[in-house]
């Protein structure tokens, strides 16, 4: 099977400093988590609250999506945290 998203929720975790969103490989539930330092990187909000790191994710959707799909691709876990690195960026 390959991994698909077929449900766009997406939720904050505030004391985790993170968005969760979920994928699905035929049946299984796959949890991935993105920093909201990835997400932060285009915001131009001084203190970006939970609406702007959601918004942004909207905005990123695409290109987490395909982040998410080279990490599972080379992970193959229930719950992958995606990061700095996995963007192509440095920390």
Do not use: C, W
């Not at 449900?7 to 979920?22: A, G, I, K, L, Q």
């Amino acid at each position: 099977m390959t991994l698909s998203f077929p449900n766009p929720s997406r939720s904050y975790d505030e004391s985790r400093h993170r968005v969760r969103f979920v994928g699905h490989d035929g049946l299984a539930q796959i949890r991935f988590f993105v920093p909201v330092s990835v997400l932060a990187d285009d915001l131009i909000v001084q203190m970006p609250t939970e609406t702007d790191y959601l918004s942004a994710f909207d905005d990123m959707r695409k290109a987490i999506f395909e982040v998410a799909r080279k990490a599972y691709e080379s992970r193959r876990r229930d719950m992958i945290e995606l990061d700095q690195a996995s963007f192509g960026r440095s920390a």
